[in-house]
């Protein structure tokens, strides 16, 4: 069972994944591809990640993105 620090991270996650919803609306709003929304996305993801972790860490993380997209970490799939 989780912690209460746990269940706090995962709210923190939920929100912050709304606010990037929200911008990547704004911006599609505004014309710009979402791909490019993305790529940029990203880049100030591992920018926010290096700085916080280090680029080791960080490079280690990004070693396992390719399993972890194969195996549809990130794919949203709808339900029937």
Request: with cysteine; glycine share 8%; aromatic share 12%.
């Amino acid at each position: 069972m989780g912690t209460a620090s746990d269940a706090h991270f995962a709210e923190q996650r939920r929100a912050a994944y709304g606010y990037i919803n929200e911008a990547f609306a704004e911006g599609r709003h505004d014309g710009i591809d979402g791909d490019c929304l993305a790529h940029a996305a990203l880049f100030a993801a591992f920018v926010e990640l290096v700085a916080t972790y280090g680029e080791d860490a960080v490079s280690k993380f990004a070693e396992r993105l390719p399993e972890r997209i194969r195996s549809g970490e990130y794919s949203v799939r709808l339900k029937n």
